[in-house]
């Protein structure tokens, strides 16, 4: 088992910056190691959505069309911690941050269910 503990979330105004968290525990580093990574969001009302994702190697990312160019997901695995920058935040950008775990793929993993583990979640909100 993976567990998954968020952190880094809060209020901020928009065009502010946060940085979110996400450390795991559970399992040893090279099982850390052979896992994909990502950040999902859900506002109310509304779907989870995929924001970003990195591969194991770190080789490869994603990010959703809504945060490209102002989110910046990385990892350290000798930390076992995900982090997810986030710039330029909009009002749009409210919303519960997830932080998930998936087994290794040559891809970044964009759909909710191909994720194994998930963190309990961080609320941002941005103010306008």
């Known amino acids: 088992q993976v567990q998954l503990v968020e952190s880094g979330g809060g209020l901020v105004q928009a065009g502010g910056s946060l940085r979110l968290s996400c450390a795991a525990s559970?399992?040893?580093?090279?099982?850390?190691?052979?896992?994909?990574w990502g950040w999902f969001r859900q506002a109310p009302g509304k779907e989870r959505e995929f924001v970003a994702g990195i591969t194991g190697s770190s080789a490869v990312t994603a990010y959703a069309d809504s945060v490209k160019g102002r989110f910046t997901i990385s990892r350290d695995n000798a930390k076992e911690t995900e982090y997810l920058q986030m710039n330029s935040l909009k009002p749009e950008d409210t919303a519960i941050y997830y932080c998930a775990a998936a087994p290794l793929s040559p891809s970044v993993r964009r759909h909710e269910n191909e994720y194994n583990y998930w963190g309990q979640g961080t609320q941002v909100t941005v103010s306008s």
């Open positions: 559970g399992r040893t580093l090279l099982s850390i190691l052979a896992m994909d």
